[in-house]
């Protein structure tokens, strides 16, 4: 499970619990996470349950940790296209992503998130912990803007028979914004210039902060696929070009 320190939360509002259910069983899973599938069960309601009953059956009924885990790095940490970093598959490790994580972290910090963990701030688990935390007016705003790529995980991981592709498919369930093709993501090393990780000096810096850059909106693709429509597109001769 992700370790971030969030403002006090208010009274529980009406289908905001299931952000943090999705949160909880995309995390590695340990012997705590496990012990809690009865009550993560509990508090999705009974289509969500049928839709995560294939991963709720292979977290709970095996018995094997060492199994489980082996399974979820095999998945997630092997497979580039099963990546639970958002930006990855966006901007691959172009100096883009760097800066896109900066945003977000802003974005976090607006919110009252304070990042005492070590994953990035695009890491799956953590923004979907955010999404939980936050208005629902905001975090729906924020997952349909990042639905695209979110499906996009969900649709690779159902092409290899993952039970995790379920927990995609609830996020489809969470938005009218209708998910759209994304290009391939940029090939190349990130430039390290552009971002600085760990604390600063005083130790007191975020954990990842732009050099050079100020923050800027948060962007989950590289085209947005809303704005492409509107936008007028280049002439034929500049494509073929």
Avoid: C, W
């Amino acid at each position: 499970m992700t370790n971030a320190s969030f403002p006090p939360a208010g009274p529980a509002m009406p289908g905001m619990p299931v952000y943090g259910v999705l949160s909880a069983l995309l995390s590695y899973p340990d012997s705590e996470l496990v012990a809690a599938l009865p009550e993560l069960q509990a508090a999705l309601d009974a289509r969500q349950r049928a839709q995560l009953a294939p991963l709720f059956a292979l977290l709970g009924g095996s018995g094997d940790l060492i199994a489980l885990q082996e399974q979820y790095v095999a998945t997630f940490d092997r497979r580039p296209a099963h990546s639970l970093h958002l930006f990855e598959h966006i901007h691959g490790e172009s100096r883009d992503r760097g800066q896109a994580m900066v945003d977000l972290r802003e974005e976090y910090l607006r919110h009252g998130l304070l990042l005492d963990t070590s994953e990035l701030p695009d890491y799956v688990p953590l923004f979907l912990e955010f999404l939980g935390q936050i208005a629902p007016a905001d975090a729906a705003a924020l997952l349909g803007d990042a639905i695209h790529v979110l499906a996009r995980i969900g649709g690779k991981l159902a092409e290899g028979g993952s039970p995790y592709a379920a927990v995609f498919g609830v996020l489809r369930t969470l938005t009218d914004t209708q998910p759209q093709p994304l290009p391939e993501p940029p090939e190349g090393e990130m430039e390290e210039t552009m971002v600085t990780f760990g604390p600063g000096a005083d130790g007191t810096e975020p954990a990842l902060r732009a050099r050079t850059q100020a923050a800027q909106p948060v962007h989950f693709y590289e085209t947005d696929p809303r704005r492409a429509q509107a936008a007028p597109g280049p002439a034929q001769g500049e494509r073929d070009g």
